[in-house]
């Protein structure tokens, strides 16, 4: 059964598999060079990191194993970032990132962000991921983070 529910920290090691895993799969590089670029630690960090800054960190979870990931964290009082939106590749193209990026939304409003913020890595490699950014109202804006990302998009909440 596939459900959607926030990440426990124990949870930590299986979602870096995923995050590695699609990584992988969608930009064909070693699992070393993606350490190299991300060293994951606030995944290490959850509760720190996302619960106790006016984020959340939700895992969609097939029977008991994290299949996918997604969070919220605080950029600023009003700003918020989409972090994380990760699935393995059998449970992409059904609609569960388009449900797990709503639930994320429904919090960054409930939690009274005025804007969320993403950034991702390659346009091209991640065309899908940004189709489906534009389908729940984002736009393209200016870079707005030192990282290595490529693309970043914004929408008002």
Same mark, same amino acid.
Request: aromatic fraction near 10%; hydrophobic fraction near 45%; glycine fraction near 4%.
């Given at each position: 059964m596939l459900e959607i529910k926030p990440m426990q920290p124990h949870q930590a090691e299986e979602v870096k598999q995923v995050l590695i895993a699609a990584c992988q799969e969608i930009f064909?590089?070693?699992?070393?060079?993606?350490?190299?670029?991300d060293s994951m630690s606030?995944?290490?960090?959850?509760?720190?990191?996302?619960?106790?800054?006016?984020?959340?960190?939700?895992?969609?979870?097939?029977?008991?194993?994290?299949?996918?990931?997604?969070?919220?964290?605080?950029?600023?009082?009003?700003?918020?970032?989409l972090k994380r939106m990760w699935f393995l590749q059998a449970y992409r193209g059904q609609g569960l990132g388009l449900?797990?990026? /709503?639930? +994320? @939304?429904?919090?960054?409003?409930?939690?009274?962000y005025q804007t969320i913020r993403l950034d991702t890595a390659d346009a091209q490699k991640q065309a899908a991921a940004i189709r489906l950014y534009k389908k729940l109202g984002f736009y393209s804006i200016e870079r707005y983070n030192e990282g290595p990302?490529?693309?970043?998009? /914004?929408? +008002? @909440?």
């Open positions: 064909q590089v070693s699992e070393a060079l993606i350490r190299q670029y606030d995944i290490d960090n959850v509760q720190e990191y996302y619960f106790n800054n006016k984020g959340t960190f939700l895992v969609l979870m097939d029977s008991d194993r994290v299949v996918g990931s997604g969070a919220v964290r605080r950029l600023s009082n009003q700003i918020c970032e449900k797990m990026a /709503e639930m +994320l @939304l429904d919090f960054a409003r409930a939690a009274n990302c490529t693309v970043f998009m /914004e929408k +008002l @909440l």
